[in-house]
């Protein structure tokens, strides 16, 4: 599975972003689909039966969201901080592979 990230960039505090993840190679909708903030902070996930689960990061401030059609995964995040600044990556836990596949990870920087 190779997921590509889009989205990402500059954005004043109180904004609005969105971040996407195409997978390529295999249907992401097996696989358990996740956002990370600074790799290891699990902002949401959302399971192969469509279950989402939020983090500490960003609670209540984002929303992740999978188009099955697209093969594509979004984060969408409101109402930004200059703490939520850092690099954001998706990630796919797959029934097939032992680990987690990434993505490239998108800087964000939110200034005040």
């Known amino acids: 599975v190779r997921l590509m990230q889009s989205g990402g960039g500059s954005m004043q505090a109180g904004g609005r972003m969105m971040l996407s993840c195409v997978g390529s190679?295999?249907?992401?909708?097996?696989?358990?689909m996740a956002w990370f903030f600074q790799e290891h902070q699990l902002i949401a996930l959302i399971s192969s039966d469509g279950t989402t689960t939020y983090g500490d990061s960003l609670k209540g401030r984002s929303t992740i969201a999978l188009d099955k059609v697209k093969n594509t995964l979004y984060l969408q995040m409101n109402s930004l901080k200059t703490e939520d600044t850092g690099v954001y990556f998706c990630g796919a836990y797959c029934p097939w592979y032992v680990g987690w596949y990434w993505g490239q990870g998108s800087q964000v920087t939110v200034s005040s």
């Open positions: 190679g295999a249907n992401i909708s097996a696989c358990e």
